[in-house]
């Protein structure tokens, strides 16, 4: 690891640096009012939402909910270390930060064997790709490529290449280029005997595909057997360099589309990616034969804000499909899924019907989510038989009670609604049952603080009042110390209603116990995670009263307090109408005294 930048350097680069002169290096601003303001940088978008506060040191962008400080938008636009930040803005107000990043003695001796990997994968790279397209040895695996329907263009592009079918050729390459034998075994290139502690290679008479970082950097391979030769493809360990957890194939290529667009579409496996790039299709990334990760999630979110997932369409492809949207939904993407006909895969398919075809009758005609789930749970059931229709109607109604919006829940309720002959309003009586069901088992249980945050798109409905209570209390808190410890006493040891909030003000108090006065880029820098990071600059630009009275207060902590009570009534109404309807009389009375006592407490 690096040496440690002093927080006190930290503190003198916030100082001098004036972060509208930094962010107009990359994007042009015009003021207006206060703040000032131009186009996005993170998102394509025709009319201004960026806003820059040179009096908090912030910007966020109303758009895609991008936010910060003057590193954060450094880290987040060009992909590099908080270091990295500090180093390059240190330079720019000719601030000596003392230090040398790439480390001490031994750390210099990390750095040079982690730059010999790169350098190696690099070589290797650019060889195999020279002997698949340039020479006698490679001819049989180029012809064998052409004939699969790959075309020069994509191969030059992804950079394909072919390993001769030598045991040892590039362990003797790479040592006479002075790269140490344990270091390229370290790698991931070749491997030791256990016999004589001798070397071979790693990969043999195979097509390589290679791997590269979100920098465009080769980390790793897969090699492809051209015949039966198990295993079909030979990947390179995971290494210092390479972890294909952290890994989307074709990223480096695919992120400036990715921007345009703001949406990626998620396939299987390298040869997906190159035939939908052949197609036209340029914003095609894959995982790396694994689940998504939070690591992956965190990688997409940067460039995009909706994902179509394109996988085969076998009962793994589907179940895989599965997997990985509720993944992409629990982290707020806007999901589509994309349904493969006849068993066959985006590359089969491309091959057999075409690129127009794939572009708009599969890719176009992507299902939403919703829709995608309706699919998902009928399989292996007969709905004809009165169990097997009982229960999935259950699981739907299920889904659709945790859709957030009511129009789509109206829409499904009256699609399901239509397929089975059954009354509208009976489903939306189960669905608010299963709902405030729900609320009731998870209401009070707090996520743990570093839970990946999403941030909502901008939504023009007006929000819930403890919504906008918790938000202009978190706002004043960020303003003033004693608000924000007058505002934990007068919750009496309740939490705030929303997740992410409460996750703030966790961040906030602990920040107040190291600082005494506000400070809105500093804090920004104490928060670890970088989608709350984005809400609290979203939070930061809103509009309140420079003095908090007692009253105002006051009615914020009621309106987040209250909540929970409203829905336990709303809970209690639904148990009275069924009491109600059947003529259970005791029960009822007993029902509406607990709804007047909680109506007299708010």
């Known amino acids: 690891m690096a040496e440690r930048i002093a927080e006190e350097k930290i503190d003198q680069i916030r100082q001098s640096v004036d972060i509208v002169e930094v962010i107009s290096d990359y994007v042009q601003l015009k003021k207006q009012g206060r703040n000032y303001f131009g186009l996005c940088p993170f998102h394509g978008e025709s009319t201004p939402s960026f806003s820059v506060s040179i009096d908090k040191q912030i910007f966020h962008c109303f758009g895609c909910g991008a936010g910060g400080n003057v590193f954060s938008f450094l880290m987040e636009l060009e992909g590099i270390s908080f270091q990295e930040a500090a180093l390059k803005l240190a330079s720019k107000v000719n601030i000596d930060l003392e230090i040398n990043l790439s480390g001490g003695h031994g750390e210099k001796k990390v750095s040079k064997e982690h730059q010999a990997f790169l350098g190696a994968h690099e070589l290797l790279q650019k060889f195999y790709h020279h002997l698949l397209v340039n020479t006698k040895e490679g001819e049989h695996a180029l012809e064998y490529l052409l004939s699969r329907g790959f075309t020069r263009e994509s191969i030059d592009k992804f950079q394909i290449g072919y390993s001769l079918n030598s045991w040892d050729f590039v362990y003797k390459f790479l040592s006479k280029r002075d790269f140490p034998p344990e270091w390229m075994e370290k790698a991931g290139l070749i491997i030791k005997r256990e016999r004589d502690g001798s070397y071979f290679d790693r990969f043999r008479d195979r097509i390589m595909f290679p791997i590269f970082d979100r920098n465009g950097n080769t980390i790793a391979f897969s090699g492809r057997s051209l015949g039966a030769e198990e295993p079909k493809y030979l990947n390179s360990p995971e290494t210092p360099i390479f972890n294909k957890s952290k890994i989307l194939y074709n990223y480096h290529n695919a992120k400036p589309s990715l921007k345009k667009l703001q949406y990626a579409v998620l396939l299987e496996g390298f040869a997906d990616v190159i035939s939908a790039d052949r197609s036209g299709m340029e914003n095609g ?116 009670s945790n859709l957030n919006k009511a129009v789509e829940r109206d829409h499904y309720l009256r699609q399901l609604a239509a397929e089975f002959s059954l009354s509208l309003d009976a489903l939306k009586q189960q669905q608010k049952q299963m709902f405030f069901a729900d609320k009731r088992n998870t209401s009070g249980k707090n996520q743990p603080v570093n839970k990946p945050i999403v941030i909502p798109k901008k939504e023009s409905e007006l929000k819930p009042k403890h919504y906008t209570a918790e938000r202009r209390l978190i706002a004043h808190m960020l303003k003033d110390r004693d608000v924000a410890y007058k505002v934990q006493d007068l919750l009496q040891g309740n939490t705030f209603n929303i997740d992410e909030h409460q996750a703030i003000i966790t961040y906030l108090l602990g920040f107040y116990e190291d600082h005494f006065e506000p400070d809105s880029s500093t804090f920004l820098s104490y928060i670890q995670d970088d989608n709350l990071r984005r809400m609290v600059a979203n939070i930061e630009m809103m509009s309140i009263n420079d003095e908090l009275s007692s009253q105002e207060l006051t009615d914020y902590i009621k309106q987040v307090l209250n909540y929970q009570k409203l829905l336990k009534i709303k809970e209690k109404e639904v148990e009275l109408k069924d009491a109600e309807r059947q003529s259970d009389h005791g029960k009822a009375a007993v029902i509406a005294m607990e709804i007047i006592q909680l109506r007299k407490s708010l």
């Not at 998504?292 to 179509?308: F, K, M, N, W």
């Not at 076998?314 to 994309?338: M, P, S, T, Y």
């Not at 309706?374 to 038989?385: A, D, E, I, P, V």
């Open 285 to 400: 990334i894959a995982t790396m034969g694994t689940s998504l990760t939070d690591e992956h999630i965190a990688l997409l979110r940067q460039s995009v804000q909706s994902v179509t997932i394109c996988y085969d369409s076998d009962k793994a492809g589907i179940e895989a499909a599965f997997r990985a949207g509720n993944h992409l939904n629990n982290a707020g993407f806007q999901i589509k899924v994309a349904m493969m006909p006849d068993g066959m895969d985006p590359d089969e398919y491309i091959k057999k019907h075409g690129p127009e075809k794939f572009r708009n009758e599969v890719i176009g005609a992507s299902l939403t989510w919703m829709a995608f789930k309706f699919l998902y749970f009928r399989r292996g059931k007969n709905l004809q038989q009165e169990g097997d229709r009982l229960a999935y109607i259950e699981v739907i109604i299920k889904e659709i």
